[in-house]
Each structure stands twice: as C-alpha cells, then as structure tokens.
C-alpha cells in the first residue's frame, strides 16, 4: 500500500501516548489507546530486582517510552526475560531496544519472527517505524514453560492455534493476572486468518479456567473474565454465519456484505468479518486448525468489503503524542 493519497483516511487525530498501570503488586500493564491496527498492549513485572517484559511495541520510539516506563516504575535499568506471545510485529519489533534481555517464545514464534523479517514496513511505508533491527526469541519452548522472577512464577502456556499458530499467554498464579496476547481484545474484533476458530474457543476455555482477577488484552482496555464471554459470543456468530454461507454456496466476501453485525458492528475494525469468515469457512468445510491460507487473498476482500478498513494511525510526521509532555 502506498502512503499517499491514504494518509488521509488513515490520519484519524491525535495518537495518545501509551499509559502505563499498576494492575497487582510489582506487575504493570502498558496500554495503547484505542487498540487498533498496530496500537498493541504490552506489560512488565518486577521482584526483588529482576524485571520480566511481556512484548514489545510496533516502533522504536514507542518501545523506548515504553523502557523508560520500565525504568520509572521499577527502579531497574537491567531487564532479564522479554516474552514474546507470537510474531506479530507490533508485538517484536521493539525487541532490540531490550538488548540485555534473553527474549523467549513459542518455537513457532521464533520461526515466524525470522521468515517475516522487517517485510511489514515495506508494507507500510508511512509508518514512523524508526531504525528497526531483527531480534527474534532466543528461547523456544513447545507446550510450557515456568520462570521465576524473584519469587514470581510466571506461567508460559501455549494455546495456538488461535490468533496465530504460536499463540502464548502469560499467567501469573500468584498474582492473579494474565497476559492474553492477542487470542483477547477488549471491545475489539478477533482476526482469525492465521489461527483457528476451534483453537481460538479453546483458548477462551482455558483462560476462563484459570479465574484471572485482571486481564491484560492483546489490544484494548483491561478486562476481566466477562471480556471471555463476550469474545465467545462473537465466535458463536461467526460460526453460524460461516455454515449458512457454506449452505447457500457463498463467498465469505458475499456472506460479509450480507449481514447484520448487529452488537459487534461497535468494535473496533468490524471489518475484520471478511478476515474471520474466511477461516470459519475453511474448518467448516473441513481444512485443518491453523493450515496456511491465501492471507494476501483475503486481507484484499477485507479491503473490498471496506475500503478505509485497514491503516496504521500512526503516521511520520503526524503522530502528535511525540509533543506532548508528561504530566
């Protein structure tokens, strides 16, 4: 996609800085308003002097507020585990700015990191990406994992595929906070193109099992255990849409235009339909969880179905939260 002539409908106002919050003793949630199109979640824990980051950001001046952060709240310049919950750029990108840490992920999260590459900016070349350099996990796991931060356990558990083949959340037993990644959004729409819809409803399953007190979405605002239903729901609509279409022969693009959102129509990027159709489509006629499709393909009638769907509200030279000073 070129930068111009779609700045304009891409450029939707002021972009806030992110906004950092204490959710448990020694564990922070860093949010991204209004968590669309790359304006990820991501958060950090401290005890007795070691840090652990949960992700990063998708550009290098973001990422390093988002440091700095650490470094205000937590008094410790050295942060020892980066957690990566899958690939997406706007949750790796920003791994380099954290060179003294051991970055861990799911084995198919360090796979993807390196076939992906820096590709996403030739992609969106009107993006203030900064002086981005590959830094893909270290550490690869399959199943899961536990470290220990201080005396913190923190729980790596895999459960793609979902949003993506790789997906990890981070639970934090003792704390009572997970980390969602992005197999949970707040008032946001899933994307399931590269993941499952099966494999995403089991996700939803065991994190409702593990009775969060605070959740820490993939994109948009903490949530609590209700934001599960609310994404179940969603599915279930997804999925009825999906066998209707398949019985009457069409498209996933067709079946789009043709419905009634109805509560889900006010979350962020509706559009994102096409995206998941496309998938619910694919397993009810019988394609296996997570196989590859045409993502180039389908993103394109996610584009047909809404031409001003897809777009980075951060811009070069109009991302406005660079002036803004700190309270």
Sequence with gaps: MSAAPDLDHLYRGFVPP??????????????????????????????????????????????????????????????????????????????????????????????????????????????????????????????????????????????????TREDVIVWLPEKRVLFTGDVLFTEGTPILMAGSLAGSRAALDLMESLQPSVIVPGHGALAGVAQIQHWRSYFDFVADAAARALDRGETPLAAARGLDLGEFAAWVNPERIVLNLHRAMAEAAGAEAGVALDEAAIFADMIRFEPSAYGHKLIAGRETYREVERA
Excluded: K, Y
């Design 18 to 163: 992110a906004e950092t919050h204490e959710v448990a003793p020694g564990v922070f949630a860093t949010l991204q308003p209004d968590g669309s199109w790359g304006l990820s979640n991501a958060g950090f824990l401290v005890d007795d002097g070691e840090v652990c980051v949960v992700d990063t950001l998708l550009t290098e001046s973001r990422t390093r507020r988002f440091r700095e952060d650490i470094r205000r709240e937590t008094g410790q310049d050295d942060v020892r585990f980066l957690i990566n919950t899958h690939h997406h750029s706007d949750h790796t990108f920003g791994n380099f700015v954290f060179d003294d840490a051991t970055i861990i992920a799911h084995a198919g999260c360090r796979e993807a990191v390196i076939a992906t590459g820096l590709s996403p900016m030739g992609r969106d070349p009107f993006v203030p990406w900064g002086e981005i350099r590959l830094r893909p996990p270290e550490v690869a796991f399959e199943g899961r994992l536990t470290l220990h931060v201080g005396a913190t356990e923190v729980h790596l558990i895999h459960v793609g595929p979902a949003h």
